[in-house]
C-alpha cells in the first residue's frame, strides 16, 4: 500500500511554507495476501459451483418434462378409467366423421369408389394426416383420372338462317376476265377477287 501527503499551502501574512510530499511504501502482509488469495479462489469456486447449479437445474427441468409426460402418476383409478372411455369415444367419434367424409367423397368422384381399396393405402401410407378430400384430388390427378371438365364451343345463337355467300365462282371471274378486262385486272390488284370453292 501506498500512502501519499499532499502539499498545502496556506494564504496568511506569513511567509509561505511547502512542505514536500513523501511517499512511502508499506508491504502488504502475508495474512492480507494469504487472504486475498482465498477471496480469489472462493470466488472461481462460487462461479464453477453456480455453473453446475445451473447445469443441474437444466437437467432436472428436462426430467420434469419427461415425468410430466406420463399422466399415469397423475390421475386416480377412476380418472384413469374414466379417461380410457373418452379416448375410446372419441376415436368412434372421429371414426365415424372419417367415415361419413368418406361417403361424401365417394359420392362426388364416383371413379374413386371403384380402386377404395388402393385409395386406402395411398391415403394412409403417404398422406395419413391431410383432409381426406385433399388426398382425393391428389390420387386422382396422379392416376390420371380427375380429366377436367372442358365446356368446349359455345352452341350457335344466331337462328336458323344460312350465312351469305361471299365471292364469285370460278366461271364468274373467268366471265370478267374475257368481258371486262380493266376491271378484272383492278380487282386483281386490289386482292378483291375472291373465288368460291
Given at each position: 500500500m501506498e500512502?501519499?501527503?499532499?502539499?498545502v499551502e496556506t494564504p496568511q501574512n506569513t511567509p509561505q511554507k511547502t512542505e514536500v510530499s513523501t511517499v512511502k511504501k508499506t508491504e502488504i502482509a502475508e495474512e492480507e495476501l494469504s487472504d486475498l488469495r482465498h477471496k480469489a479462489e472462493v470466488s472461481s469456486q462460487n462461479f464453477e459451483r453456480?455453473?453446475?447449479a445451473e447445469a443441474e437445474l437444466a437437467e432436472l427441468k428436462q426430467n420434469n418434462i419427461n415425468q410430466?409426460?406420463?399422466e399415469a402418476d397423475i390421475y386416480s383409478d377412476e380418472g384413469k378409467i374414466l379417461k380410457g372411455q373418452l379416448d375410446s369415444v372419441?376415436?368412434?367419434l372421429n371414426t365415424l366423421r372419417e367415415e361419413r367424409e368418406l361417403e361424401r367423397i365417394y359420392v362426388q368422384y364416383p371413379l374413386l369408389k371403384e380402386q377404395s381399396s388402393k385409395f386406402e393405402e395411398f391415403r394412409k401410407s403417404e398422406h395419413p394426416r391431410a383432409k381426406i378430400e385433399s388426398v382425393a384430388k391428389l390420387f386422382l390427378a396422379e392416376n390420371g383420372l380427375l380429366e377436367p371438365r372442358r365446356q368446349g364451343l359455345e352452341s350457335p345463337t344466331g337462328g336458323t338462317r344460312t350465312p351469305m355467300v361471299s365471292g364469285m365462282t370460278a366461271q364468274e371471274v373467268e366471265n370478267l376476265r374475257r368481258t371486262n378486262y380493266k376491271k378484272?385486272?383492278?380487282l386483281l390488284k386490289k386482292d378483291q377477287l375472291?373465288?368460291?370453292s
Open positions: 500512502e501519499t501527503t499532499e502539499v453456480l455453473k453446475k410430466n409426460s406420463s372419441r376415436g368412434e378484272y385486272l383492278e375472291k373465288i368460291q
